[in-house]
């Protein structure tokens, strides 16, 4: 890192904004009196200059000059990209989409 600027870790939380990402960072910290570990988020808009970035995804956001009235922070790196592309089927729907049905149940005599 050749400069001193921030760099921080948080997590797309909204998308939905042209080149811009909302980043929630998450800061933990012990209170000094009563020694508790206290969570506070800070969300930052960031630019996502390729606008691929998706909800949910981890990304590393760096200071910047102003971009515009609200936009301090640029993306560095995406350093997990989990976003809705990421769904996994559940074992149910995978077994009704390839056209098996569940056994019917018989009506015994009871």
């Given amino acids: 890192m050749a400069n001193k600027r921030r760099r921080l870790v948080g997590r797309v939380v909204s998308s939905k904004m042209d080149k811009t990402v909302v980043v929630a960072i998450e800061r933990r910290k012990l209170h000094p ?31 910047s000059r102003p971009l515009s009235r609200h936009k301090r922070w640029v993306v560095e790196a995406v350093i ?8 996994v089927k559940l074992p149910d729907e995978a077994a009704a989409s390839s056209g098996d049905s569940a056994p019917a149940e018989s009506e015994g005599a009871s």
């Fill in 33 to 63: 009196i009563y020694k508790k570990v206290v969570k506070t988020t800070k969300k930052v808009m960031a630019h996502d200059e390729s606008n691929a970035i998706q909800e949910g995804a981890l990304v590393r956001v760096v200071e």
């Fill in 80 to 87: 997990e990209a989990t976003g809705r592309e990421a769904l």
